[in-house]
């Protein structure tokens, strides 16, 4: 027997039908955004010092060709789609780019439109520079504010939350909640190109920094049961502590000792810290400062690291130096005194201390 429908019944299953694919096509188009959003977002690594040449009179759909097959993007479509919503689809520039390691389609957008020459400058990162040092070298070469290198490593911002995704670095795993990447600036000489981002330029200190920590180094950290994080934030103190190799073993094998024993590290490069000095020995006022950067009054390692230590000092925090010492001093000519009781270290203060 045939079944029929009210106008009623015929309206309301219209309108379901119509609200289920209203539905779908919302669930697609949000699908569609995501997808769309993470091709033009999503970085893709290439070989460093690769270049790419746009050659006159090529449109967008030759350009986007090009760098599909040189590796440089992975989908055309969604390359061409940006740029025409972009409105820049003819205003890609001839000539050579150099492209940094890792680039996303935004990034490659701004540089094929830009016809910026593909100049470097240079930063050098000196072993012991703090993110403020590196910030405000950034700003006096007219490069970026420090706010924005501030912001991309969570330097002085609201519970330390940063910007520059750090998800792709394993030694950052034990970074602890509320932390900064105060540490893991590696010191070295840096080439950046003219069009670099404050991203580009951590990108390269991380990288370094992965480099440098060798998996030997790291196997030996975890023989001894100790995290990343602890190794660099003793190194970063024994970094402005003294200066020789042989120096730097005896005086980690010091402050582990201390550590061990339970005493407080009494380590004045943590004082300079708090109070931006860099005084070979600190002033009585300075030692009553409440900061839990004040090795003098809290015991154990200070919340972080205290600057970017350079290789030497990580080694040092790595494999220290046993000996009978328990107190040094370091005089304001980088001469450094030890002692194995206290007494001892209060007769090199009055000796070699003015």
């Keep these: 027997m045939r079944k029929y429908y009210s106008p009623k019944q ?24 995501a997808w769309f959003v993470l091709q033009i977002l999503n970085p893709v690594k290439i070989e460093s010092g690769t270049t790419f040449t746009i050659t006159k009179g090529e449109g967008v759909n030759q350009i986007s060709y090009n760098l599909k097959q040189a590796g440089i993007i992975r989908n055309m479509f969604a390359f061409e789609t940006y740029a025409y919503l972009k409105d820049v689809e003819r205003k890609f520039i001839a000539g050579e780019y150099n492209l940094p390691a890792v680039v996303n389609i935004k990034r490659l957008t701004e540089i094929l439109t830009s016809g910026q020459p ?12 703090t993110i403020n040092d590196i910030a405000f070298k950034l700003e006096s070469l007219g490069l970026f504010q420090a706010e ?8 002085n911002q609201p519970n330390n939350k940063f910007s520059f995704d750090i998800s792709n670095y394993k030694f ?16 070295d000489t840096y080439h950046y190109f003219s069009y670099a981002t404050i991203d580009d330029i951590l990108r390269k200190m991380l990288n370094n920094f992965d480099k440098k920590l060798t998996p030997a180094l790291r196997a030996e950290i975890k023989t ?42 009494q380590a004045d490069s943590t004082i300079n810290y708090i109070t931006g000095k860099k005084t070979p ?4 006022e300075d030692l009553k400062i409440n900061s839990p950067y004040n090795t003098y009054m809290y015991p154990g390692l200070p919340p972080g690291p205290i600057s970017n230590p350079g ?20 005089d304001e000519d980088g001469r450094v005194y030890y002692a194995k009781d206290f007494n001892g270290h209060v007769r090199n203060k009055n000796k070699y201390l003015k």
């Design 10 to 33: 015929s309206k309301k299953t219209n309108a379901k039908i119509f609200s289920t694919l209203t539905i779908l096509i919302i669930i697609i188009g949000l699908v569609a955004s």
């Design 224 to 265: 001894q049961g100790k995290s990343i994080y602890e190794i660099i934030t003793m190194a970063s103190i024994i970094e402005h502590e003294v200066m020789s190799d042989q120096d730097r073993a005896i005086v980690s094998g010091i402050f582990w000792k201390r550590l061990d024993a339970g005493m407080a590290l």
């Design 148 to 155: 924005e290198l501030f912001a991309a490593t969570g330097f």
């Design 172 to 187: 950052l795993d034990d970074l602890p909640p509320h932390s900064n990447l105060e540490g893991y600036l590696f010191p």
């Design 118 to 129: 593909a100049d470097e400058w240079k930063l050098m990162i000196i072993e012991g520079w």
């Design 311 to 330: 290789l030497a000092s990580i080694k040092a925090a790595i494999y220290p130096e046993e000996s009978d010492y328990w107190f040094f001093l370091t």
């Design 281 to 284: 020995a600190v002033s009585q």
